[in-house]
């Protein structure tokens, strides 16, 4: 699901929370978040319990120590991953009983989601562009997606890993005009908040005018914002500097106030993509125990206290994640195999057992 390669191939030109009470270690001060009417904020976050969720399943059958384990990913508010697996015929019912099941009974819950739906994609993406049937296709996915979620709160993230959109053939923007298309879709929907993706800070070398190349025209002028970190195990310190850099770049640009979502599911113990030297950076090694570094494991749960001394900011950074983050989210998998291909029990407690976090 990453894409360190592609610098050398093609450089880049019945649970819920409650947000005011979740995730942080016992006694920590808080901090609110000072972004601008932050929709994430001050209402309850929906946990979804049904078989879409890879882990809600796993923790169901689970007993004794290992579903206390479990619990700190099933029992978290999370993104599940919508994409083209889930058919046209049916995606609307689909996302409908999605929303429903994490509302759990209450329309003011927030309901998160990322949307995957492009077709090619990935390295894909980097051979061949969409065809006419697969961008009609696509934008009647949207259309039955954004259908689905009506009037619910969410946040969605779109496209994880679109930096591929920028090795399509020929520099074209076929990618991008599609992820407009969503986005302006998406965004229209009475209480959806739309987080772009940007890649991560270790992906994009720290530069925002690539991040600009991806969200400019995939349409951040209609989004909340964009989303950071997706697929990549690099620091959240590291991730909010980036996102301050890229809001401020977008306002020089002529596109302000624009917050990011960082994800947290899996840097506990943050490491660089490009520094990777394992066989395997999508499936990258699970930390051993609590005292392993450079490996993967449950990051800060989702929150929007973003700038909680307990989440061991620099001074800076905390100032930077009030300003410009809107909450740190739960949009990666870590405990799928390579990210994507089903559940991995054993890589799922390995996580879970060395998460530097305490569980919910």
């Known amino acids: 699901m990453s894409l360190v390669a592609l610098f050398v191939v093609a450089p880049l030109s019945a649970h819920t929370y409650t947000l005011d009470a979740s995730a942080s270690a016992p006694g920590a001060a808080r901090a609110a978040s000072l972004t601008v009417d932050n929709p994430l904020a001050g209402r309850r976050w929906g946990v979804y319990r049904g078989p879409l969720e890879h882990s809600w399943r796993a923790y169901r059958s689970a007993d004794g120590a ?52 492009l077709q090619p994609w990935e390295r894909e993406a980097c051979g061949r562009l969409p065809s006419a049937d697969e961008r009609d296709t696509y934008k009647r996915w949207v259309d039955l997606v954004a259908a689905g979620i009506g009037e619910a709160h969410v946040a969605l993230v779109l496209q ?39 890649g991560a800070a270790d992906w994009l070398r720290d530069d925002p005018a690539k991040a600009l190349k991806i969200l400019v025209p995939a349409g951040i ?46 840097n506990g113990k943050p490491f660089k993509g490009y520094e990777y030297d394992g066989p395997n950076f999508d499936n990258a090694r699970p930390c051993a125990d609590r005292d392993d570094a450079r490996c993967v494991t449950l990051g800060i749960p989702p929150t929007t206290e973003v700038a909680d001394p307990a989440w061991g900011l620099s001074a800076e950074g905390a100032a930077d994640a009030a300003a410009y983050v809107d909450g740190y989210l739960w949009f990666g998998r870590p405990w799928l195999y390579n990210q994507a291909q089903g559940w991995d029990q054993q890589r799922a407690l390995s996580i879970a057992r060395t998460t530097p976090y305490p569980g919910p």
Not at 69 to 91: E, G, H, N
Not at 96 to 111: H, K, T
Request: charged letters at 20%; a positive charge; one cysteine or more.
């Open 66 to 117: 290992q579903r206390e384990q479990l619990a700190k990913i099933a029992l978290r508010p999370k993104a599940t991953w919508f994409s083209q697996w889930l058919r046209t015929d049916r995606v609307r019912k689909n996302v409908a009983e999605y929303v429903a099941n994490s509302q759990q009974g209450d329309p003011q819950a927030l309901v998160q989601m990322a949307v995957f739906g």
């Open 160 to 198: 994880p890993d679109a930096p591929f959109a920028l090795c399509a053939p020929g520099g074209s923007d076929a990618f991008l005009r599609l992820m407009r298309y969503a986005t302006e879709r998406f965004a229209s929907q009475p209480n959806t908040s739309v987080y772009i993706e940007a």
């Open 221 to 266: 002028r209609s989004a909340r914002g964009f989303a950071l970190n997706s697929t990549h195990y690099d620091s959240t310190e590291r991730q909010v500097r980036f996102a301050a850099a890229v809001s401020e770049a977008l306002a020089a640009h002529g596109i302000p106030g624009k917050y990011a979502v960082v994800n947290t599911a899996q």
